[in-house]
C-alpha cells in the first residue's frame, strides 16, 4: 500500500525567508509525487509533479520541490515566501499500476508572516 | 466553464436522510475521482471512474455510498440514510485521462453537514 507522511502540521516562516514544507512517502514501485495547495473554501489547486527525470522540479507560483529517492522524500520549497502563499499544502504518490487515484498526506498549513 | 464544478456548494441535512452531491468535470476529461475531505484530515479517495469500464469503489466507507457517472461525464455521488460521521468536504476532480502521470484537476467541493 502507498502513503504519504507530511510531519508538519503547520510551517511558520517570515515573508521573504526561504520555506520548506516537507513530504516523505512509501510505494511500490516508481513513485509519481504531486504537490496541491488549498486555498480557504477553494479546491486543490495542481502546483508541480514528479515524473522522471531531473530530481528538481519547478512549478507555479515559483514553487520547486526535489525529489530524493535514497530518502523517499519530495520536499516543497520556494527561495522566497509571500504573505499570499499561506494556505494548505498536500503532498500526494501514485505508483505506476494499480489503483489510479492520488493518496495524500494530511496536509501542512503554511503561514508567512509579514 | 473552464474547471471542476460541484453543486451544491453546501448542504445542510439531517441524520438518516438521503443525499446526491453533484460533479460536472472538465469537457473531455475521461477519468472522474470523488474524495472526502474531514475536519483537520487529508483526502480519502472514495470512487474513480475512466471511461466505459467498471468504475474503482475500493474506497466507499460503507454500502450507504454509491455513485454514477451518466454519459461519460457528469456524476452523482449519493449517501443514503446519512449519519454525523458523514459530513466532510466532498471532492470531486477529473484528468484528460487515466495516466498515472497526470494531474487531476479539482472543484472548490460542497460541504456537507449532517445535524
Known amino acids: 500500500a502507498q502513503s504519504v507522511a507530511q510531519p508538519e502540521d503547520q510551517v511558520n516562516v517570515a515573508e521573504g525567508n526561504p520555506l520548506t514544507v516537507k513530504c516523505t512517502y512509501s510505494?511500490?514501485?516508481?513513485?509519481?509525487l504531486f504537490w496541491y495547495v488549498q486555498y480557504p473554501n477553494r479546491g486543490l489547486q495542481f502546483l508541480l509533479k514528479?515524473?522522471?527525470?531531473?530530481?528538481l522540479v519547478k512549478g507555479s507560483y515559483g514553487f520547486e520541490a526535489e525529489f530524493n529517492k535514497s530518502q523517499t522524500s519530495f520536499h516543497l520549497k520556494k527561495p522566497s515566501a509571500l504573505v499570499s502563499d499561506s494556505a494548505l499544502y498536500f503532498c500526494?504518490?501514485?505508483?505506476?499500476?494499480?489503483?489510479?487515484?492520488?493518496?495524500f498526506g494530511s496536509g501542512t498549513r503554511l503561514q508567512v508572516q509579514p | 466553464g473552464a474547471g471542476v464544478s460541484q453543486s451544491p456548494s453546501n448542504k445542510v441535512t439531517e441524520k438518516g436522510k438521503d443525499v446526491e452531491l453533484r460533479c460536472d468535470p472538465i469537457s473531455g476529461h475521461t477519468a472522474l475521482y470523488w474524495y472526502r475531505q474531514s475536519l483537520g484530515q487529508g483526502l480519502e479517495f472514495l470512487i474513480y471512474f475512466q471511461g466505459n469500464s467498471a468504475p474503482d469503489k475500493s474506497g466507499l466507507p460503507s454500502d450507504r455510498f454509491s455513485a454514477e457517472r451518466t454519459g461519460g461525464s457528469v456524476s452523482t455521488l449519493t449517501i443514503q440514510r446519512t449519519q454525523q460521521e458523514d459530513s466532510a468536504v466532498y471532492l470531486c476532480a477529473s484528468s484528460s485521462v487515466a495516466a498515472p502521470t497526470n494531474e487531476q484537476f479539482f472543484g472548490p467541493g460542497t460541504r456537507l453537514t449532517v445535524l
Open positions: 514528479y515524473i522522471t527525470g531531473d530530481n
Open positions: 510505494v511500490s514501485g516508481n513513485p509519481y
Open positions: 500526494a504518490v501514485r505508483d505506476g499500476t494499480g489503483r489510479r487515484a492520488l493518496t
